[in-house]
């Protein structure tokens, strides 16, 4: 599975923007899509999730609420819409995939990982 992602820049607090993650290799039918961050000096932690039958989601709890994950079959791209965006979500964020069955931690398991597309929130 590669996964390319899109969609960083710099934006004002407050501000929206939205991430793509273009898989290609296997359909969205047959894998795991997730989002992750990693701002400097900090651990890598999971934002968003989207299981492969596109009914189970998963939100970290410093992003419910602003932030929404959704998907294309069409497009095989998984969507992170971002809004009411502060500061503190300054990171490269990354895109990850997982073609086996995670069991009850799907969200956090994947073994492919896509370029990390930076976000720069600005005060």
């Known amino acids: 599975v590669q996964l390319q992602a899109s969609g960083g820049g710099l934006v004002q607090a407050g501000g929206s923007l939205r991430l793509s993650c273009t898989a290609s290799g296997r359909t969205l039918s047959n894998i795991d899509v997730g989002w992750f961050r990693q701002a400097p000096g900090k651990e890598r932690e999971s934002v968003a999730a989207i299981n492969r039958s596109g009914i189970r989601q998963y939100y970290a709890d410093s992003v419910r609420g602003r932030f929404t994950i959704s998907r294309d079959i069409t497009k095989n791209t998984v969507y992170l819409q971002m809004n009411s965006l502060k500061p503190e979500d300054t990171a490269v964020y990354y895109c990850?995939?997982?073609?086996?069955?995670?069991?009850?931690?799907?969200?956090?398991?994947?073994?492919?990982w896509g370029q990390g597309t930076q976000v720069t929130v600005s005060s």
């Open positions: 990850a995939a997982n073609d086996v069955h995670g069991g009850s931690t799907w969200y956090l398991t994947f073994d492919y």
